[in-house]
C-alpha cells in the first residue's frame, strides 16, 4: 500500500528555468509533510517541510506549495542549477508519529 | 564533521550468514533510525529508538534486531542473511520524539547477498 507517490520517475529541465517535481498522498492522517534530495552513494538530505496548517512555504530557490483537498504536493526549484540533479523524495508523517512514510523519488537532472 | 556515520559502507557476503551493520549520531539526538531501500527504490522504516528505547518496529523479520548501546549508536544486527535482503539500509536521527523533527540521514549501506 503505497500511500505516497511520486509518478515521475524522471524529470529534465533546462538551466535557468524552473523545475517544478510532484507527489500525491492517500492517508488523510498526514500533516506533515518533507521533501529530501538524494545524490548518488549518499543519504538523503532534508530540502523544505510545510505543515498541513500552510498551503505554501518558501526557502531560498525551493517552495513548497500543499493542496489538501487534493492530496498534493509540489516543490518548485527556480531558477534551477546543476547541482540541483538529484533525486527529490517526498516524505509524510502523521503528528505525534516519528514515522516517515517515502515516495519511491524523482530523477531531476538540469540540463547546461 | 560527519553527523551520521554508518560502516561498512559495502557489504557483501553470503546466504546463511550472520552480519552487522553500525551506525553512530554525534548531534546529540535522541532518536535514531534504520531504513531499507530495496530494489525498487522504496524507502522503508524498519525501527526506530529513542533514548535507547525501540518505540518503532515495523513489520521485519525477526532475523533483523537492532541493537543500542548508548543514544549515539544504533546497530543492526542481521542473522541468516537472504537474498531478499539485499539493499541499501540507511540510519539516521533526529532531535527527539516531535512531529516537526527532520531526520538526519547517514550515506547507506548497500548489502549484496550472493
Known amino acids: 500500500d503505497q500511500q505516497v507517490k511520486q509518478n515521475s520517475p524522471s524529470l529534465s529541465v533546462q538551466e535557468g528555468r524552473i523545475s517544478i517535481l510532484n507527489c500525491d498522498y492517500t492517508n488523510s492522517m498526514f500533516d506533515y509533510f518533507l521533501w529530501y534530495k538524494k545524490y548518488p552513494a549518499e543519504g538523503p538530505t532534508f530540502l523544505i517541510s510545510?505543515?498541513?496548517?500552510?498551503d505554501k512555504n518558501e526557502d531560498g530557490r525551493f517552495t513548497v506549495f500543499l493542496n489538501k483537498s487534493a492530496k498534493h504536493l509540489s516543490l518548485h526549484i527556480v531558477p534551477s542549477q546543476p547541482g540541483d540533479s538529484a533525486v527529490y523524495f517526498c516524505?509524510?508523517?502523521?503528528?505525534?508519529?516519528?514515522?516517515?512514510?517515502f515516495g519511491t523519488g524523482t530523477r531531476l537532472t538540469i540540463i547546461p | 564533521d560527519t553527523a551520521v556515520s554508518q560502516t561498512p559502507k559495502y557489504l557483501v557476503t553470503q546466504m546463511g550468514n550472520d552480519k552487522s551493520i553500525k551506525c553512530e549520531q554525534n548531534l546529540g539526538h535522541d532518536t535514531m533510525y534504520w531504513y531499507k531501500q530495496d530494489s525498487k527504490k522504496f524507502l522503508k522504516i524498519m525501527f526506530s529508538y529513542n533514548n535507547k528505547e525501540l518505540i518503532i518496529n515495523e513489520t521485519v523479520p525477526n532475523r533483523f534486531s537492532p541493537k543500542s548501546p548508548d543514544k549515539a549508536h544504533l546497530n543492526l544486527h542481521i542473522n541468516s542473511l537472504e537474498l531478499g535482503d539485499s539493499a541499501v539500509y540507511f540510519c539516521a536521527s533526529s532531535l527527539g520524539l516531535a512531529a516537526y523533527n527532520e531526520q538526519f540521514f547517514g550515506p547507506g549501506t548497500r548489502l549484496t547477498v550472493l
Open positions: 516524505a509524510a508523517r502523521v503528528f505525534g508519529n516519528e514515522k516517515l512514510t
Open positions: 510545510i505543515s498541513s496548517i500552510k
